[in-house]
């Protein structure tokens, strides 16, 4: 899935799932990773590097990917 629609499907996720903190994303798109970093920026979310495909997205508390 190119970028931005993992984007896209995680803030989906995120709104159908209200309850829940932390979500996994996986994408091998090389865009994905600098486009988390401007959309944490943009949200307040938190976004964690697991590995060049993975990422763990936490509610609130806005991180660089840095």
């Known amino acids: 899935m190119k970028c931005p629609l993992p984007i896209i ?3 989906k996720s995120m709104k159908q799932h209200p309850s ?3 979500f996994l994303l996986k ?3 090389v ?3 600098p486009d ?3 959309w944490s920026r943009m949200t307040g979310n938190s ?3 697991i590995d060049r ?3 763990e997205i ?3 508390s806005a991180a660089s990917l840095d």
């Open 27 to 29: 994408s091998d798109d």
């Open 31 to 33: 865009a994905t990773s």
């Open 47 to 49: 976004v964690r590097v």
């Open 58 to 60: 936490t509610r609130g």
């Open 9 to 11: 499907e995680l803030s």
């Open 36 to 38: 988390l970093n401007a």
């Open 20 to 22: 829940e903190n932390s």
């Open 53 to 55: 495909e993975s990422f």
